[in-house]
T-cell receptor, first 113, second 109 residues
Framework: DTAVSQTPKYLVTQMGNDKSIKCEQN?????MYWYKQDSKKFLKIMFS???????INETVPNRFSPKSPDKAHLNLHINSLELGDSAVYFC????????????FGSGTRLTVV | GNSVTQMEGPVTLSEEAFLTINCTYT??????LFWYVQYPGEGLQLLLK?????DKGSNKGFEATYRKETTSFHLEKGSVQVSDSAVYFC????????FGTGTSLTVIP
């Protein structure tokens, strides 16, 4: 069973469209995250939710909006997509960050054309 | 503040060569330290970790020792294989995670 699953794995869309990426974890973790990885592999945290409550909201355009319907799900909605949004987006979860770190999903490669 | 500085790549080695990827950190308090590996087209996987000073993390032939005196957590492997080709990330964990910039390793036969 996949611990952290993201859908879709690939997403190709035109500029200006609105799209969503879904993430689910079956580990019982309290905290979930969204990261963006650029073409140089640099990882940037975007959001973090703990038990459905937003706890980290880094400087990202407000076109990006996370939604957590329950603690097992954290979705990412992106409005008015731009070319610069092309990247790989990773979902992750953790229970005890200091001792166990993250469990990552396999990523969603978003390409905006 | 908290940060991680990681050796820049890319690194290219021949099979069976010795690998070192340097990682140093700046932190308030006593963080945990991690190495993650990202194989092509995949997500990040935990490779090894150390939660306190002088701890040694090890997995799949890789090792790293938490050195408080030098604020370092260098990754080593005695004999790399082609299958070790990946991007390696050093990370510091306290209330939040802080990743290094990643080091790409290519092992050639």
């Amino acid at each position: 069973d996949t611990a952290v699953s993201q859908t879709p794995k690939y997403l190709v869309t035109q500029m200006g469209n609105d799209k969503s990426i879904k993430c689910e974890q079956n580990l019982g973790h309290d905290t979930m995250y969204w990261y963006k990885q650029d073409s140089k592999k640099f990882l940037k945290i975007m959001f973090s939710y703990n038990n459905k409550e937003l706890i980290i909201n880094e400087t990202v355009p407000n076109r990006f909006s996370p939604k957590s319907p329950d603690k097992a799900h954290l979705n990412l909605h992106i409005n008015s997509l731009e070319l610069g949004d092309s990247a790989v987006y990773f979902c992750a979860s953790s229970q005890d960050l200091t001792h166990y770190g993250y469990t990552f999903g396999s990523g969603t490669r978003l390409t905006v054309v | 503040g908290n940060s991680v500085t990681q050796m820049e790549g890319p690194v290219t080695l021949s099979e069976e060569a010795f690998l070192t990827i340097n990682c140093t950190y700046t932190a308030t308090g006593y963080p945990s330290l991690f190495w993650y590996v990202q194989y092509p087209g995949e997500g990040l996987q935990l490779l090894l970790k150390a939660t306190k000073a002088d701890d040694k993390g090890s997995n799949k032939g890789f090792e790293a020792t938490y050195r408080k005196e030098t604020t370092s957590f260098h990754l080593e492997k005695g004999s790399v294989q082609v299958s070790d080709s990946a991007v390696y990330f050093c990370a510091l964990g306290r209330n939040q995670f802080y990743f290094g910039t990643g080091t790409s390793l290519t092992v050639i036969p």
